[in-house]
């Protein structure tokens, strides 16, 4: 039986440091001081007997017990709070329209299956999807197209609040054949000769890689096509025109369907794109994209702790 002491407002403040990752960030959510959200957590984690959270690198890890507290009291308090809303509005049903932004790629395999979930569980919401890079859902946050979008590395307006919620994984690969064509040993391959396909014509991705991985800056690439879409990049390197970079869970797919693909670089050293949720300060969402908006972090969450 959960201690009376523990308190719905703690729980929701830990929701809010858990999803912010920080205390600074959390603090501005909720319209309290940073010492007053640390007070109530460390009265929760007094409560509990349990440590919620480890600092790593001036950043916020939950723990495994807090996860688990997290993918279950969220649900519920979500629910408990959208019950007490709508009693409070007058509502007995969620429903409206929701507009979202997203990455094509991450939209397409991760959140529209929890938007089609979410759709058949709630019947009287419609959404509008806009798809593409950061800077479009930034200008879209702007001028009130979008309620929140999932962004990726990018800065954003000042009036955009954004926090991470998800980290993909980035591999440069290439296509067996056309490493065979350049190099008798892939080992000694000079990637900075190779040909490269990327989603942009600066090859932005490509060369936070080479920064990330092999630690150079200002790489001259010589870039055969670019393409704003990750499959057609897939095709095109599986096609052997070059290398391209790919998230962890396309490449899976892509060589269990049995594409031979190499991928480059010291495999203990991860490159990691972020994925953020990002909304503007002063635009009020409805009820049916805050709880929306609960539930997509609460299925990326689960999913990030499966992979």
Known sequence: ??????????????????????????????????????????????????????????????????????????????????????????????????????????????????????????????????????????????????????????????RIEAFKVFDETLHLVASKPYCLEHSDSIEKMQLEDLDFVCYQANASVIKMWFKQKLSKTNVDLKVRAHVRDVQAVARLVCSGLGCGVLPGYLLSQLKSAGHELISFGDPKVEVHNSISVAYLKEKSLNHAARTLKHFLLAGLNAHQTLS
């Open 1 to 158: 039986m959960l201690s009376s002491q523990v308190n719905l407002n703690q729980l929701r403040i830990f929701i809010t440091v858990f999803e912010c990752r920080n205390m600074t960030q959390a603090a501005r959510e909720l319209g309290l001081t940073q010492s007053g959200v640390s007070q109530h957590m460390k009265a929760l984690e007094e409560t509990l007997k349990l440590k919620l959270f480890d600092r790593v690198t001036q950043k916020l890890v939950p723990t495994a017990q807090a996860n688990v507290l997290y993918e279950n009291c969220s649900r519920y308090l979500s629910s408990l709070e959208d019950v007490i809303g709508k009693l409070q509005a007058g509502e007995d049903k969620v429903l409206g329209n929701v507009s979202i932004g997203m990455p094509i790629e991450f939209g397409n395999n991760l959140l529209t299956p929890l938007l089609a979930k979410f759709c058949h569980d709630n019947s009287m919401v419609n959404l509008s999807l806009q798809m593409g890079f950061a800077d479009e859902m930034n200008d879209g946050l702007l001028n009130g197209e979008l309620d929140f979008a999932f962004v990726d590395t990018y800065h954003l307006d000042k």
